[in-house]
């Protein structure tokens, strides 16, 4: 059960959009369309922001989207803004676990 | 309103035991599969254990397999986490989830301390 991999950080200016990979094996991200990936702000709960590789909650803004192509699945978000800085963390389904990445720390410059 | 409250949380001994609750409010509890997750201080969140919605099936990670028992009381909306050997490593932010391949509604989490 080892995590995901993602990059430890990225950045971007307010209106530019960024993209956070997420790098599994064939054993989960490659072979479950069961994605999902959260935000997290300091002292509070993580929210998700995309399942099933795609799928947006109700309430989380169409600025973030996502998609997944082999063992790597992407977040992407659109004309930045201040809020979205923070934590974001993937995470994929196997038949009998679950498993996050690492994180990576979004910073809005 | 979906409310997960997770309590049970506090300092305890290497090789200690503690038993963690979360009480559900707002939805139908026994249609939803529940899950532990746990994140340790100044890392990411680790799925820890998951329990289907009729406590039919239950899984664990690698990492709490045979220390840790997940169950659930239906008729109570109440989920539970029994910890036992405790280690320094354990040491984390305990939050009750809902869902299994996703987690769409977390509590706030009750900490839990490993040592001596």
């Known amino acids: 059960q080892s995590a995901l991999t993602q990059p430890a950080s990225v950045s971007g200016s307010p209106g530019q959009s960024i993209t956070i990979s997420c790098t599994g094996t064939s054993s989960d991200v490659g072979s479950y369309d069961l994605v999902s990936w959260y935000q997290q702000h300091p002292g509070k709960a993580p929210k998700l922001m995309i399942y099933e590789v795609t799928k947006r909650p109700s309430g989380v803004s169409n600025r973030f989207s996502a998609s997944k192509s082999g063992n790597t699945a992407s977040l992407t978000i659109s004309d930045l803004q201040a809020e979205d800085d923070g934590d974001y963390y993937c995470?994929?389904?196997?038949?009998?676990?679950?498993?996050f990445g690492g994180g990576t720390k979004l910073t809005v410059l | 309103e979906v409310y997960l409250v997770e309590s049970g949380g506090g300092l305890i001994q290497p090789g200690g035991s503690l038993r963690l609750s979360c009480e559900a409010s707002g939805f139908t509890f026994s249609n939803s599969a529940m899950s532990w997750v746990r994140q340790g201080p100044g890392k990411g969140p680790e799925w820890v254990s998951a329990?289907?919605?009729?406590?039919?099936?239950?899984y664990y990670a690698d990492s709490v397999k045979d220390r840790v028992t997940i169950s659930r009381d239906n008729s109570k909306n109440t989920l539970w986490l029994q910890m036992r050997g405790l280690r320094a490593e354990d040491t984390a932010l305990y939050y009750c989830a809902r869902g299994l391949a996703h987690f769409d509604y977390w509590g706030q989490g009750t900490l839990v301390t490993v040592s001596s």
């Open positions: 329990i289907s919605g009729n406590a039919g099936t239950t």
């Open positions: 995470c994929s389904y196997t038949s009998t676990t679950t498993v």
